[in-house]
C-alpha cells in the first residue's frame, strides 16, 4: 500500500477500533506499529543508520488518544519522551494529520522546550507549506494539549484533502532537512569536546595516559570507559604498585578534571570507618553539620552540572564497604528519570545537613582495592552495583615516555559524554531489541550454572550488563563478543568463591561456555585462550580452577 492509502486507513478505522480492547492483532496497530514505518523507512533520504523509526497507537491496553509515527535521529535522541524529532500526529477525531518537528513531553522541561521551539522556528523561512504557528489542533485531552504545546513547526493535512505520496515525501523530505539543520548547528555551539565520538575521547584519554609512563590498552581504556559511562561506581582490584590509582587520576586530567580546579578528589580510606558520617559527614556537638569529603564534591558538583567529577576511594576495602557506603550505594540504585534528568533520593536530609543533599549524576565513584590479611571482602551486594576491573598485568619494560613520546595536552569534555541514557532496561529494548534479547539468553544459561550456587544474577546485573553492551554498540568501540567477555569477567565471575565441588562442576562448565571445549585437568600447564569463545574469562576460569586444586580453596580475588 502507498503511504497515502496507509494514512488515509489509519483515519477510517481507528475510532472503530479503539471501541475493542487493544491488540497486536488490531488492524489500527499493525499500520501504526509496522507498515507505516516500515514504508517510511524505505525513503532513500532515511538512512537507516542513522534515523530509528517508530509508531506507537498506547500501552498497557490502553488506546492512545493521539496515536503517533516518529522519525528520530539516532545522534539527537532515540525515545520520543525526550529530545526534539518528526512526529506524524493523528488529531483525536481522526480529521487532520499532522507532520511536525516537536519534542519529548514527558522528560523534557517547560523551559527548556519554549527554548527549543523558539530556535528551530528561528531557522525555518516564512513560507506557506511549513507552519511555526501555534495553530494546531489535536484535541482536547490533555496529553493533546501537551503534544501541541512540544510543536515547533508542522504541515496540516486533512482527511479529505491527504495529498499523493510524491507530495508526502517531498513534505518529509523538507522536515528532515529543517531537523537536520537545527542539530548541526546545535553541535556547532555544543561546548568544545561535547559532540566527540566515543572512540576519539578513548583514543585520546589513552594516548594521554601512555604519555604518563603507564601502560595499558587502549581496550582496557575502553573498558573503564564504558563501565564508567554504564554505572558511576566501579572497582579496580588488583596487586599494589599497578596504577590503579593513577589510571583514573589520568583519565580524569586527561579530559580536565584535576585536584586544582576540584574535579579529581583523592579520598583514602581508613580502616576504622564503621559508618556513612566518615565518608558524608556529621553533626557535632555544637548542632553545626560537618562535611564529609564525598559531600564536598556532591556540593560542587551540583553547582556544575555539565562537568564530569571524579573521586578515588583508595584502599576502599580497609573498612567494611557496607558499613561506610551502604547510604550511597542505595541512593545509587534510586536514580530515575525526571523531567528529562536524572535524579535521586537524598543521600543526606536538610534535618542534618541544612538541605537537603542528592548525588549528582556527574559525579563518578572509583575504588580501588587490593586483597590480603589487611584487607576486607565484599559482599553481593557491593558486586552487584560495580564492574569490578582487574589489573594485575605490570610490563616494566614501557619506556616509551622516556623517549620520544610526545606530551599530550588535556581536552576537556563535558558531562554529557560520560552521562548515563539508560537507567532501566525499557531505556535500552526499543533500540537495541536484538542485543538485548540475545544478552538475556546468554545470561539464562550462565544462571542455570550458578544457581546450584546461589550465585545466580538478578535483574539489576542483567540490566546493566545490556547498558555496557549498548553503549558499546553506540560507539563501535569494541567486537560484541571481546565486550561480553569483560562483562562476565567483572558482572559474573567475582561473585564466585569456595571449596565444594558444587563450585567446581560449576567453573568447569563455565569454562566450556567460556573457551568452547571441555578442561583437561591439567592445570598447572599453559592455556591458549587465541581461539576461545571469551578469552579473559576462560583464562580466569583456568586460574581459579587450578587454585581450587592446589589449595582446595579459590576465589576471583585470588591471584594464580
Same mark, same amino acid.
Given at each position: 500500500?502507498?503511504?497515502?492509502?496507509?494514512?488515509?486507513?489509519?483515519?477510517?478505522?481507528?475510532?472503530?477500533?479503539?471501541?475493542?480492547?487493544?491488540?497486536?492483532?488490531?488492524?489500527?496497530?499493525?499500520? @501504526?506499529?509496522?507498515?507505516?514505518?516500515?514504508?517510511?523507512?524505505? /525513503?532513500?533520504?532515511?538512512?537507516?543508520?542513522?534515523?530509528?523509526?517508530?509508531?506507537?497507537?498506547?500501552?498497557?491496553?490502553?488506546?492512545?488518544?493521539?496515536?503517533? @509515527?516518529?522519525?528520530?535521529?539516532?545522534?539527537?535522541?532515540?525515545?520520543?519522551?525526550?529530545?526534539?524529532?518528526?512526529?506524524?500526529?493523528?488529531?483525536?477525531?481522526?480529521?487532520?494529520?499532522?507532520?511536525?518537528?516537536?519534542?519529548?513531553?514527558?522528560?523534557?522541561?517547560?523551559?527548556?522546550?519554549?527554548?527549543?521551539?523558539?530556535?528551530?522556528?528561528?531557522?525555518?523561512?516564512?513560507?506557506?507549506? @511549513?507552519? $511555526?504557528?501555534?495553530?494546531?489542533?489535536?484535541?482536547?485531552?490533555?496529553?493533546?494539549?501537551?503534544?501541541?504545546?512540544?510543536?515547533?513547526?508542522?504541515?496540516?493535512?486533512?482527511?479529505?484533502?491527504?495529498?499523493?505520496?510524491?507530495?508526502?515525501?517531498?513534505?518529509?523530505?523538507?522536515?528532515?532537512?529543517?531537523?537536520?539543520?537545527?542539530?548541526?548547528?546545535?553541535?556547532?555551539?555544543?561546548?568544545?569536546?561535547?559532540?566527540?565520538?566515543?572512540?576519539?575521547?578513548?583514543?585520546?584519554?589513552?594516548?594521554?595516559?601512555?604519555?604518563?609512563?603507564?601502560?595499558?590498552?587502549?581496550?582496557?581504556?575502553?573498558?573503564?570507559?564504558?563501565?564508567?559511562?554504564?554505572?558511576?561506581?566501579?572497582?579496580?582490584?588488583?596487586?599494589?604498585?599497578?596504577?590503579?590509582?593513577?589510571?583514573?587520576?589520568?583519565?580524569?586530567?586527561?579530559?580536565?578534571?584535576?585536584?586544582?580546579?576540584?574535579?579529581? $578528589?583523592?579520598?583514602?580510606?581508613?580502616?576504622?570507618?564503621?559508618?556513612?558520617?566518615?565518608?558524608?559527614?556529621?553533626?557535632?556537638?555544637?548542632?553545626?553539620?560537618?562535611?564529609?569529603?564525598?559531600?564536598?564534591?556532591?556540593?560542587?558538583?551540583?553547582?556544575?552540572?555539565?562537568?564530569?567529577?571524579?573521586?578515588?576511594?583508595?584502599?576502599?576495602?580497609?573498612?567494611?564497604?557496607?558499613?561506610?557506603?551502604?547510604?550511597?550505594?542505595?541512593?545509587?540504585?534510586?536514580?530515575?528519570?525526571?523531567?528529562?534528568?536524572?535524579?535521586?533520593?537524598?543521600?543526606?536530609?536538610?534535618?542534618?545537613?541544612?538541605?537537603?543533599?542528592?548525588?549528582?549524576?556527574?559525579?563518578?565513584?572509583?575504588?580501588?582495592?587490593?586483597?590480603?590479611?589487611?584487607?576486607?571482602?565484599?559482599?553481593?551486594?557491593?558486586?552487584?552495583?560495580?564492574?569490578?576491573?582487574?589489573?594485575?598485568?605490570?610490563?616494566?619494560?614501557?619506556?616509551?615516555?622516556?623517549?620520544?613520546?610526545?606530551?599530550?595536552?588535556?581536552?576537556?569534555?563535558?558531562?554529557?559524554?560520560?552521562?548515563?541514557?539508560?537507567?532501566?532496561?525499557?531505556? @535500552?529494548?526499543?533500540?537495541?531489541?536484538?542485543?538485548?534479547?540475545?544478552?538475556?539468553?546468554?545470561?539464562?544459561?550462565?544462571?542455570?550454572?550458578?544457581?546450584?550456587?546461589?550465585?545466580?544474577?538478578?535483574?539489576?546485573?542483567?540490566?546493566?550488563?545490556?547498558?555496557?553492551?549498548?553503549?558499546?554498540?553506540?560507539?563501535?568501540?569494541?567486537?560484541?563478543?571481546?565486550?561480553?567477555?569483560?562483562?562476565?569477567?567483572?558482572?559474573?565471575?567475582?561473585?564466585?568463591?569456595?571449596?565444594?565441588?558444587? /563450585?567446581?562442576?560449576?567453573?568447569?562448565?563455565?569454562?566450556?561456555?567460556?573457551?568452547?571445549?571441555?578442561?583437561?585437568?591439567?592445570?598447572?600447564?599453559?592455556?591458549?585462550?587465541?581461539?576461545?569463545?571469551?578469552?579473559?574469562?576462560?583464562?580466569?576460569?583456568?586460574?581459579?580452577?587450578?587454585?581450587?586444586?592446589?589449595?582446595?580453596? $579459590?576465589?576471583?580475588?585470588?591471584?594464580?
Amino acid at each position: 500500500m502507498s503511504l497515502h492509502d496507509l494514512f488515509r486507513e489509519v483515519m477510517v478505522i481507528y475510532q472503530q477500533d479503539k471501541q475493542e480492547k487493544l491488540s497486536k492483532e488490531r488492524r489500527s496497530f499493525q499500520l @501504526v506499529t509496522r507498515a507505516i514505518p516500515e514504508a517510511l523507512k524505505a /525513503l532513500p533520504f532515511l538512512p537507516p543508520d542513522r534515523y530509528v523509526v517508530k509508531g506507537s497507537v498506547g500501552k498497557s491496553g490502553n488506546w492512545a488518544a493521539v496515536p503517533w @509515527v516518529a522519525v528520530m535521529d539516532q545522534e539527537v535522541t532515540d525515545s520520543t519522551q525526550r529530545g526534539y524529532y518528526i512526529v506524524y500526529l493523528f488529531s483525536e477525531d481522526m480529521c487532520r494529520l499532522y507532520l511536525t518537528l516537536a519534542q519529548g513531553v514527558t522528560e523534557t522541561p517547560k523551559d527548556e522546550m519554549e527554548r527549543v521551539k523558539r530556535d528551530i522556528r528561528q531557522l525555518i523561512p516564512t513560507e506557506e507549506r @511549513v507552519r $511555526t504557528d501555534d495553530d494546531i489542533h489535536l484535541g482536547e485531552s490533555k496529553r493533546a494539549k501537551d503534544y501541541e504545546r512540544s510543536v515547533a513547526a508542522y504541515i496540516a493535512y486533512s482527511f479529505d484533502d491527504l495529498p499523493s505520496d510524491e507530495q508526502l515525501a517531498r513534505d518529509l523530505e523538507t522536515m528532515i532537512g529543517y531537523y537536520q539543520q537545527y542539530v548541526e548547528r546545535t553541535e556547532m555551539m555544543a561546548p568544545p569536546g561535547a559532540r566527540l565520538s566515543y572512540q576519539t575521547v578513548v583514543e585520546h584519554i589513552h594516548s594521554y595516559i601512555a604519555s604518563k609512563g603507564f601502560y595499558y590498552t587502549e581496550e582496557e581504556v575502553t573498558n573503564l570507559f564504558l563501565s564508567l559511562k554504564t554505572k558511576p561506581f566501579v572497582i579496580l582490584s588488583g596487586i599494589s604498585g599497578t596504577g590503579k590509582t593513577k589510571i583514573v587520576q589520568w583519565l580524569a586530567e586527561s579530559v580536565g578534571a584535576t585536584e586544582d580546579n576540584g574535579r579529581f $578528589t583523592l579520598i583514602p580510606v581508613r580502616p576504622d570507618w564503621n559508618d556513612g558520617s566518615d565518608l558524608l559527614g556529621y553533626v557535632d556537638i555544637k548542632g553545626d553539620f560537618k562535611p564529609g569529603p564525598l559531600t564536598n564534591v556532591m556540593i560542587e558538583a551540583e553547582k556544575h552540572p555539565d562537568k564530569p567529577y571524579f573521586v578515588v576511594l583508595d584502599e576502599m576495602n580497609l573498612a567494611r564497604v557496607e558499613h561506610y557506603f551502604s547510604d550511597v550505594l542505595s541512593v545509587m540504585e534510586s536514580r530515575r528519570w525526571e523531567n528529562g534528568r536524572i535524579t535521586s533520593s537524598r543521600v543526606l536530609p536538610k534535618e542534618t545537613a541544612g538541605c537537603d543533599l542528592f548525588l549528582p549524576p556527574n559525579v563518578y565513584i572509583i575504588g580501588t582495592v587490593n586483597m590480603d590479611e589487611t584487607t576486607h571482602p565484599f559482599s553481593k551486594k557491593v558486586l552487584d552495583r560495580a564492574n569490578t576491573i582487574e589489573f594485575n598485568r605490570v610490563q616494566l619494560d614501557h619506556l616509551d615516555f622516556l623517549r620520544d613520546l610526545p606530551t599530550v595536552a588535556p581536552l576537556p569534555v563535558g558531562q554529557e559524554l560520560f552521562a548515563a541514557r539508560y537507567l532501566h532496561l525499557k531505556d @535500552v529494548y526499543p533500540r537495541y531489541p536484538q542485543l538485548v534479547e540475545t544478552v538475556t539468553k546468554k545470561l539464562v544459561e550462565i544462571n542455570r550454572i550458578l544457581e546450584p550456587l546461589g550465585a545466580h544474577i538478578g535483574y539489576r546485573v542483567r540490566d546493566e550488563i545490556c547498558f555496557y553492551l549498548a553503549y558499546n554498540e553506540e560507539g563501535k568501540l569494541m567486537e560484541f563478543a571481546k565486550a561480553f567477555d569483560y562483562c562476565l569477567m567483572q558482572k559474573i565471575l567475582p561473585r564466585l568463591s569456595g571449596s565444594d565441588a558444587r /563450585l567446581e562442576t560449576a567453573l568447569k562448565q563455565l569454562f566450556v561456555l567460556c573457551a568452547g571445549f571441555e578442561p583437561d585437568g591439567e592445570y598447572g600447564g599453559m592455556l591458549d585462550v587465541s581461539y576461545a569463545n571469551y578469552p579473559k574469562s576462560a583464562e580466569k576460569i583456568w586460574r581459579m580452577l587450578r587454585r581450587l586444586e592446589d589449595d582446595g580453596f $579459590t576465589s576471583f580475588w585470588l591471584g594464580a
